[in-house]
């Protein structure tokens, strides 16, 4: 649009004058070019569009030519074209970019000289030759162009790449797709410079949307509005990655990457200088052709790309080793490739490596088309100046670096010892072991003759295929020996003479009378055929040796040859054969029937990702119907059963860790005939069912090993679809009727009951248990559960399949006992039921005491009478002890230093939560408390010291106050590392005994079972008083003076009665105090002089008589223990000596009290003026009974005063703010007599009451104070 609004334009200003026109020729020589099949055009600027004149060349000699009229003036525009499509087709014309006749201003086209007459010019296209002459031009580099179109969803016809390289033309460079893959290219000759671009179709009906707000911002550069591709072509051919279209990277391919299913790159390596290389790994089990590989290097972000392309094919398990030119000699000995400059391996860190298999990328180092700086991190490292070896378990490329970066093991600069190698646990078959071959020859004396054809692969072969041939005598005369039998994995066929020795006979799978192909001499020679392919040979054939041919030390004659155990491969080069067998004497037949090799006949197992939980997919409908019918399944699983089919197919029972499934198919798979409990297996099969019965039908067995231990079974008290196809036991079972059981050689369902529920017992004329005798005992059963239900909904039919006789366990007949009636004792304390076979039933207490795997320790009861039980059986330590659980226990009765218990052969469980019976509160242990839940209250302990934590456990005394006992706790128990407990506390626990010698009449213990059996003894009220301060060195000298305070800090008035105190000696009952009641919120005084002296202290420190309550002296019972200013405290005990609190202080001052909070910390000496601290009259510092001087009102937290005090019940409350007041006036019990609640800071009170003392408690939002007052 703009090119016609200048030639718009032109045209004006040309019609704005009077102008003489004359005739114009142009001639333009296409030396350069050829013209394409539009012809060749004159145009642009003052001549028209893109095919105004088109031009001729009637002699043929290149020269072009055509006329038009114009303005002698001169001064307008003009260009040639090449073949335009349409006036439009500006992408045609000639590019004079840079060029002196190029108007740079106007699309760098040509300008119109002036001129007076009609005039010939002389051109040459793309040139500013001026004589028709063309110089040779400078010949410019291809570039490559090609853009992925698969995820383009309109419908399109031709692709083309549009731009400044093309004046933007939209059908200029056309773009093809000559192999369909939808991947379009083309060629364009391009000067070196820069370049904006972006794919079109149809002549702009489409084009690339580049989002530069978005990951296209890495390719693309924005001018104003317009956002396009950007690149940067040099001097050279260069062939650009394929773009996906709208994308700055390659197309998300539809390739799906397999584990160890492709190659990929496994080191990298950016040195010093141009020590560089790469190698690229075979994880597959086949030999890979690089043929349709390239390796692109993508450099500074894409701004140039090198590649690479081979023919050559890496084998199993080897690298392509692809080095730089440069690199060390030594290690570039090694390499299969070596670069010179340019190429893939002149790489630096910033650079990106593609690895694509036709047009899918497989495998990137870095992300093409980003340059991140210097190099990408990867690791403790990065892709600059280090070696990458690829991490062991990668077993595929990665095309997303993010995932990719964490895939490297990192080594310093220039390590090389890794190179051309790659360990990787991608299973690969080693070279050879994928074909028959002979394993051993034998030419005895007289007949004595054989040889063994070996099978070293994974699977059974068949030998349907194949051909042994005798050449006897030079090829005088052939024998031939073919089967249809199979050879298992690892196994050999033996062919013999039916003359040869028993021992070989013993052996053979064929024994062949005269002639045949085992009737051989040692000039004979021996061919292995596969269809026509001859795959192993013993001697050359055709060729008589005269009497043998030489092997090692001996020969092909009156020798036992025996193919050595690296040999993995038939050879058809007897030169090389002869080298690979060992030489044994004549007649030595004890390697008949086997073989030796390395062949690793491994499995070839699905990987990894192929294989899936059996609970995956055995999930049921609601009508019992499997999910997953009909779905393709690798699993590896156990074999838990015998095959149940016994004929030519498969019905056995297998479980992963899972779950379990049966596998069922009408015939053997993979040569696996004969499933063992305990293989491990991989198989592949369709997911079936059968009567309700999820199983696996396989098309696929593979053995991985064998041996392996079996699951354990669940012991269940149902059969149901949680059971199906698990490996269950059911305890405690009858036979219902015992004409059910099958006789030999049939298969039969039996009832079978636990007493409570009857279920089905499936008998398979396959075990050994058909025909055998019915149980007429109770027994457990241990088999695979199954089902086998006629119709839908299936959820009826299951059933349990015993496996062998000896998955029947009858019970011996042993009597059942109370536990009663087994732990009676002699005179001395022996259980008279020593050595007794009973069976007992009970319930779990506490926990397991041993803790170990070797052992199992606990205590039962049965509601009557408890009995310990101790058991190293394993059996018995399968049961995991579980407090509350009712469990039947076989065994002997025994006693433990004078502990009566049982040794158990076998526990069973028969149910959970259980009540355990109710703790019998004692004061003494003996006998009656052995095995029993015991409870001892308000204990005590009597030497914290006891309580050691350590050992096997440890036993701690503990008294009541009056009865004293031994607490035992066990190291198994949670208690035992648990701080000791302090104060009083009531324990419960099993009665025990550890008495070391008869008369077994004492070493009676309680033994707790965990924390929970330890708790307070019945709350005890705990006052809140605290020593609020303390008064050590008063300066009265005519009384004692020194005083400590107690503060009420609680809701509830506490009557100090019984209470007593002592200094920091800490001895309860030191001094004990009268029946005084301290309200809430008030303080007393206890001082250290007589009472006849308290109102001489109070008026000391400006109190009224009365206003605060004073213990003195002489009301205390006891001393008044001396309070030292150099450190001391004061102990408050309760009545029943426990402590209540304590304030203890460092240092005191002479005359001035120490201040204690509500916890008992000091919180420093008294200050005057703080705290409501004030200095008396002998000039100690304090405020005992927190009131303040001289009117006796209260020293309140909330700023106030009472007054008068004493009074006749009316009085008035002063505060020192206006707030909402709650004024409540109580007797010294704290019974509220009177309730008001005032707004404002001066409130009047008034109450009708008898003369006495009196508390008044004022509260607000602010705190809460008590003050006593007197009413007289």
């Known amino acids: 649009m703009r090119k016609y609004l200048a030639i718009v334009l032109v045209c004006l200003s040309y019609m704005g004058f009077a102008q003489t026109n004359y005739v114009v020729t142009f001639k333009v020589n296409t030396a350069n070019i050829t013209v394409g099949s539009n012809g060749l055009y004159l145009g642009g600027g003052v001549i028209g569009g893109a095919n105004a004149v088109q031009l001729s060349d009637p002699d043929g000699n290149g020269v072009y030519e055509g006329t038009d009229t114009l303005s002698g003036a001169g001064g307008g525009n003009f260009i040639f074209l090449n073949s335009p499509s349409w006036g439009g087709d500006w992408g045609a014309k000639e590019n004079l970019t840079g060029l002196s006749c190029a108007d740079a201003n106007n699309y760098n086209d040509r300008i119109l000289p002036s001129f007076t007459q009609d005039t010939t010019l002389l051109f040459c296209f793309g040139s500013c030759a001026t004589d028709t002459v063309c110089p040779t031009l400078p010949t410019n580099p291809d570039v490559t162009f090609s853009v992925d179109m698969n995820g383009v969803a309109s419908s399109f016809t031709n692709v083309y790449v549009s731009g400044t390289l093309n004046s933007w033309s939209g059908n200029a460079n056309q773009l093809t797709d000559p192999d369909g893959d939808g991947v379009y290219e083309g060629d364009i000759n391009l000067a070196a410079g820069n370049y904006e671009f972006k794919f079109t179709y149809d002549n702009w009906v489409g084009q690339e949307s580049l989002d530069p707000a978005t990951a296209d911002s890495v390719c693309t550069l924005t001018t104003g509005t317009f956002t396009n591709r950007y690149i940067t072509i040099g001097s050279s051919d260069t062939t650009l990655p394929t773009y996906c279209w709208e994308e700055c990277t390659a197309c998300q391919s539809t390739y799906t990457p397999t584990a160890c299913g492709d190659l990929f790159f496994s080191e990298y390596a950016e040195g010093s200088s141009n020590n560089k290389y790469i190698e690229i790994y075979n994880p597959t089990a086949n030999s890979v052709s690089l043929s349709g590989y390239t390796i692109y290097l993508s450099g500074n972000g894409g701004s140039y790309t090198n590649s690479f392309t081979s023919n050559a094919a890496i084998a199993s398990g080897d690298v392509y080793f692809i080095a730089n030119s440069s690199l060390d000699s030594a290690t570039q000995a090694n390499a299969d490739t070596s670069l010179s400059y340019p190429s893939i391996v002149h790489f630096n860190g910033d650079d990106a490596l593609i690895l694509v298999n036709g047009t899918d990328t497989i495998d990137v180092i870095g992300t093409p088309g980003v340059d991140p700086g210097s190099s990408w991190t990867v690791g403790t490292g990065s892709t600059a100046n280090h070696t990458l070896i690829r991490k062991a378990t990668v077993d595929m490329g990665s095309t997303d670096w993010t995932n990719g970066a964490g895939e490297w093991d990192v080594y310093a600069s220039n390590t090389w010892s890794y190179a051309d190698a790659h360990t990787s646990n991608c299973v690969t078959v080693s070279a050879g072991c994928d074909e028959l071959f002979f394993s051993e020859y034998s030419e005895g004396s007289s007949n004595h003759k054989y040889f063994e054809i070996y099978n070293p692969t994974a699977n059974a072969v068949s030998l349907s295929g194949y051909t042994v041939y005798l050449s006897g005598n030079g090829g005088s005369f052939t024998n031939t020996f073919t089967t249809s039998a199979s050879v298992a994995s690892g196994d050999v066929y033996v062919i ?67 193919r050595k155990s690296s040999v993995s491969a038939g050879q058809t080069d007897w030169t090389v054969g002869a080298t690979e067998w060992n030489v044994h004497p004549q007649n030595t037949w004890s390697f008949v029937g086997d073989h030796n090799s390395n062949c690793i006949v491994t499995a070839p197992s699905p990987v990894f990702s192929d294989v899936v939980a059996i609970n ?16 393709m399944k690798w699993v590896k699983v156990i074999v838990t059963s015998i095959d149940f089919d016994g004929n030519n197919g498969y019905s056995f029972y297998a479980e992963d860790a899972t779950d379990g499934i049966n596998i069922f198919n009408f015939n053997d798979q993979s040569g696996y005939t004969m499933p063992m409990m305990g293989d491990s297996l991989f198989i592949h099969g369709e997911v079936g069912q059968y009567r309700g019965l999820t199983q696996l039908e396989p098309d696929s067995i593979y053995l991985a090993n064998q041996n392996n231990t079996l699951p354990a079974a669940s012991v269940e008290t149902a059969l149901n679809e949680s059971t199906e196809s698990e490996l269950i036991q059911l305890i405690g079972m009858t036979v219902v009727d015992p004409t059910q059981w099958p006789v030999s050689g049939s298969s039969a369902n039996v009832d079978i009951t636990n007493g409570t529920d009857t279920m089905t017992m499936r ?87 041993q803790g170990s795997a070797t052992a199992i320790q606990f205590t039962i009861h049965d509601g009557s009478d408890g009995l310990g039980v101790y058991s ?23 006693q433990f230093n004078g502990l009566t218990q049982i040794n158990p052969d076998s526990i069973v469980f028969i149910s959970s939560n259980n009540t355990l019976p109710t703790p019998t509160v004692v004061t003494q242990l003996g006998e009656n408390t052995e095995s029993e839940l015991t409870t001892f209250t308000s204990a005590t302990l009597v030497d914290p010291s006891q309580w050691t934590g350590s050992g ?80 050590p060195g008063s300066n009265a000298s005519a009384w004692n003076a020194d005083w400590f305070e107690i503060y009420n800090y609680g809701d509830t008035a506490v009557d100090l009665a019984g209470m007593s105190w002592d200094d920091e000696s800490g001895i309860s009952g030191t001094s004990t105090f009268p029946s005084v009641t301290v309200a809430p919120g008030e303080a007393v005084v206890v001082w250290d002089d007589v009472a006849s002296n308290e109102d001489s202290l109070l008026v000391s420190w400006k109190l009224y008589s009365g206003s605060v309550q004073v213990i003195s002296t002489d009301e205390l019972t006891g001393s008044f223990p001396s309070l030292s200013q150099n450190g001391d405290g004061v102990y408050l005990f309760d009545a029943a000596g426990i402590e209540l609190t304590k304030s203890e202080y460092i240092s005191g001052t002479a005359g001035y009290s120490i201040e204690f909070d509500t916890t008992g910390a000091s919180v420093g000496d008294a200050v005057d003026g703080v705290n409501g601290a004030y200095t008396s009259l002998n000039g100690d510092v304090g405020s005992p009974g927190n009131l303040t001087p001289n009117t006796g009102a209260g020293e ?6 009472i007054y008068p005090n004493p009074n006749t019940g009316q009085f008035n409350i002063e505060m020192d703010r206006t707030d909402n007041y709650t004024v409540e006036v109580m007797d010294v019990r704290g019974a509220v007599l009177s309730r008001m609640t005032v707004e404002g800071n001066t409130i009047s009170v008034d109450v009708n009451v008898s003369a006495g003392m009196y508390l008044v408690r004022v509260s607000s939002t602010r705190g809460i104070v008590t003050q006593r007052v007197q009413v007289q």
């Open 496 to 562: 013999s003479t039916n003359q040869a020795n028993s021992v070989i006979l013993a052996e053979a799978d064929t024994a062949m009378g005269f002639p045949s192909v085992a009737h051989f001499n040692g000039d004979d020679a021996l061919i292995l055929v596969n269809g026509t392919d001859t795959i192993d040979v013993i001697g050359t054939p055709g060729v008589d040796p005269g009497s043998s041919w030489t092997v090692d030390t001996g020969s092909t004659a009156n020798h036992t040859l025996i």
């Open 616 to 631: 995956t997919f055995n999930s049921m409908d609601a009508n019992g119907v499997a999910d997953s019918t009909g779905s």
């Open 763 to 849: 008998i398979d004329s396959d075990t050994d248990i058909d025909g055998s005798t019915a149980p007429t005992v109770m027994f457990d059963v241990t088999g695979l559960g199954s089902q086998f239900d006629f119709s839908s909904p299936y959820d009826e039919g299951y059933q349990i399949f015993p496996r062998m006789l000896t998955d029947i366990f009858e019970y011996p007949t042993i009597p059942t006992y109370t536990i009663g009636a087994v732990t009676t004792l002699d005179a001395d304390g022996v259980a008279d039921s020593l050595g007794v076979l009973c069976k007992v039933v009970g319930t779990v207490m506490g926990v397991d005491l």
């Open 872 to 894: 190293s059986a394993p059996a018995a330590q399968s049961y995991s002890v579980m407090e509350g659980d009712q469990v039947r226990l076989i065994g002997t009765i025994s």
């Open 952 to 1031: 096997s456990g440890f036993n701690v005394d503990i008294t009541n106050g009056t009865d004293t006992i031994a607490m035992r706790i066990d190291n198994d128990v949670d208690l035992y590392s648990q701080a000791a407990p302090t104060g009083a506390f009531d324990v419960t626990g099993i009665g025990g005994q550890y008495d070391f010698s008869s008369p077994y009449t004492s070493g009676y213990q309680l033994l707790p079972r965990y924390q929970a059996d330890i708790v307070p003894a019945a709350a005890v009220y705990v006052p809140k008083i605290v020593v609020s301060e303390i008064m």
């Open 1196 to 1201: 309140f937290t909330l700023n106030g005063r």
